[in-house]
Nanobody, 126 residues
């Protein structure tokens, strides 16, 4: 059974940095796009960034462009989200998810991606 496990969340001051990691098992990452999403209570799950299976596409939420960078290491089955210049409005639970071949961003429901991690909390204090 495929599994995605996020790590790297925590509490950071405004302007600080964090790197989230998504460890993937049971999937061949050569065939899956990996997305990062975030959710706050009462709101939908919002696409933050996504990298396609062939790495030819990297997509970012407008609000994080220039501050967040997505990368992947298929040999290690890892996907990373480097976050810098963090703002209080970046506070959320962050999830990684796998989707066959191509990314899908925006406000998503669970069914739009094939597999999800359990989430990691990111809190940015002002």
């Amino acid at each position: 059974q495929p599994q995605l496990v996020e790590s790297g969340g925590g509490l950071v001051q405004s302007g600080g940095s964090l790197t989230l990691s998504c460890e993937v098992s049971g999937l061949n990452l050569d065939y899956y796009a990996i997305g990062w999403f975030r959710q706050i209570p009462g709101k939908g799950r919002e696409g933050v960034s996504c990298i396609s299976d062939a790495e030819d596409t990297r997509e970012y939420l407008e609000a994080v462009k220039g501050r967040f960078t997505i990368s992947r290491d298929n040999a290690k089955n890892m996907v990373y989200l480097q976050m810098s210049s963090l703002k209080p409005e970046d506070t959320a639970v962050y999830y990684c998810a796998a989707r066959f071949r191509r990314c899908e961003m925006g406000i998503v429901v669970r069914a739009q991606y094939d597999y999800w991690g359990q989430g990691t909390q990111v809190t940015v204090s002002s």
